[in-house]
């Protein structure tokens, strides 16, 4: 590829505050180059141009490079866990009303799981997530909170049949009464201040593209904004090694413990 990946990563930021070094390079580097390919660019620099001038191809290259990949209870196991364990730990140390952030939420299945299964114990009055992440496009996406078949592969029948609309044979829209339980905003993990006391932060398969450094200040971050004994709940690949160095203890698999502050 023509010109210098470096200028490229200085550019991008200017443009839209998103730090590629705090992405593993290798990985990244290889995503970019491919969307550079498609669109038929030959370097950087030219496609940096684009960037700036061309309104579609601005959302097309966030879009890319946030990975959006995201379902209704992803991993249904820990979903399971989350609901079995979690939740009666949670209630009992921090009661009903609990503060909640779904980190990095993509297009909002993660916090829209997140009410529905907490619908089962709590009135919807009751219940209020913080759901946050870089790219503002899914989240204009999520407060539509249209849902295509195969997101909806994990999801409950109950709540299938309870809380969605179908409007055709490929697309679901989501109740009112869900949306209005998440309070969707902008936020940059790597730059933006973090939500404080929170009870459980939800932050899954996302830190696999971070490199190591990046992903223990984020850790540490995530164990600031939480209450003493509070929960992050984490992805199927993203295990903490050795969690006590983040102030954390491990609790059950994917789910880690603030340890008491004195």
């Known amino acids: 590829m023509v010109g210098s990946y470096e200028t490229f990563k200085e550019q991008v930021y200017k443009l839209s505050n998103i730090d590629l070094n705090a992405y593993k390079e290798r990985q990244m580097k290889r995503r970019i180059e491919a969307l550079i390919t498609k669109n038929n660019f030959n370097s950087y620099d030219d496609y940096v141009i684009a960037l700036r001038t061309d309104k579609d191809k601005y959302t097309e290259f966030i879009n890319y490079i946030t990975i959006n990949v995201s379902e209704f209870f992803r991993n249904v196991d820990q979903w399971k866990l989350l609901e079995n364990e979690m939740l009666p730990y949670l209630f009992e140390n921090f009661g009903k009303n609990l503060k909640i952030w779904s980190a990095a939420c993509s297009t909002g299945d ?76 902008q936020h940059n993990l790597l730059k933006d201040e973090y939500p404080s006391n929170c009870d459980l932060i939800v932050c899954r398969n996302v830190l696999i593209y971070f490199t190591e450094e990046t992903k223990d200040m984020i850790y540490k971050k995530f164990n600031k904004a939480l209450k003493n004994n509070g929960i992050l709940f984490v992805g199927s690949t993203e295990q903490i090694i050795q969690p006590q160095t983040m102030g954390f203890s491990s609790f059950r698999s994917f789910f880690y413990k603030k340890a008491n502050e004195k």
């Open 110 to 185: 993660e916090p829209y799981s997140l009410v529905m299964l907490l619908s089962k114990y709590i009135p919807m009055s009751n219940i209020k997530i913080i759901a946050t992440d870089i790219d503002k496009q899914v989240l204009e996406k999520a407060q539509v909170g249209l849902y295509n078949v195969k997101s909806l592969a994990g999801l409950p029948n109950e709540f299938l049949t309870k809380y969605f609309t179908m409007v055709n044979d490929r697309t679901y829209q989501i109740s009112d009464s869900i949306k209005a339980c998440v309070d969707f905003k």
